[in-house]
């Protein structure tokens, strides 16, 4: 069981029968009346992020998720296929299930599935990936302003911000928690 002691950013538990994360709190103590703690929670099985207020003395369960290291095969029409490479299992997730990360999943990369009760909530891909820019507009001569910025398709049908000098078929590192260029990666 968790106190509100012991919240921390990225903590896992279970409130209203939902899993949720803290991303972020504040223990508040006012002048008069009881402690009490603001938290902004995501819940792990929706996305949704929500505001609650929790007095002094609530209590939380530990919610009870797994990872499991899977390696992402392919994209079909049943949606995203995993292979764990224990025991060979495959696995399909739909788009909501797989969410954000779809947008970095590349062949043979290795990601970890969350699991909430058997059921698979989510997909933590690395903190950055290495993808090819499939299509961008070309660089004309006189665009060398500092900072100058334009839109690059990479092979995951994801568009990113890069800067002017990028052209198609450079490979790129790309931050997944932001979703920004990093820079160009020599092949």
């Known amino acids: 069981m968790y106190q509100l002691g012991d919240f921390k950013k990225g ?32 819940n792990l099985i ?28 392919y994209k079909d029409d049943n949606g995203f296929n995993f ?3 224990s025991n060979y299992e495959q696995i399909s997730l739909n788009e909501d ?7 970095y999943l590349t062949e043979n990369l290795d990601c970890v599935i969350m699991m909430f009760n058997g059921k698979s909530i989510g997909v933590d891909v690395p903190n950055s990936v290495t993808l090819k820019v499939t299509k961008t507009d070309p660089n004309f001569a ?10 690059a398709e990479l092979e995951t049908g994801y568009t990113v911000k890069v800067p002017m000098h990028i052209s198609e078929g450079d490979m790129l590192k790309v931050d997944t928690r932001t979703g920004e260029y990093v820079e160009r990666v020599n092949k």
């Open 46 to 73: 929706t996305g949704q992020n929500r505001e609650f207020t929790f007095k002094q003395g609530e209590k939380f369960e530990e919610a009870d998720i797994s990872t499991v290291e899977m390696q992402f095969l």
């Open 11 to 42: 903590l896992k538990l279970l409130y209203e029968g939902s899993p949720y994360t803290v991303l972020d709190f504040q223990h508040v103590k006012p002048g008069k009346g009881n402690q009490f703690t603001r938290a902004k929670l995501r």
């Open 142 to 151: 006189g665009n060398t302003v500092t900072g100058a910025q334009k839109p």
């Open 83 to 85: 292979m764990n490479q």
């Open 97 to 103: 299930e797989v969410g954000d990360a779809k947008n």
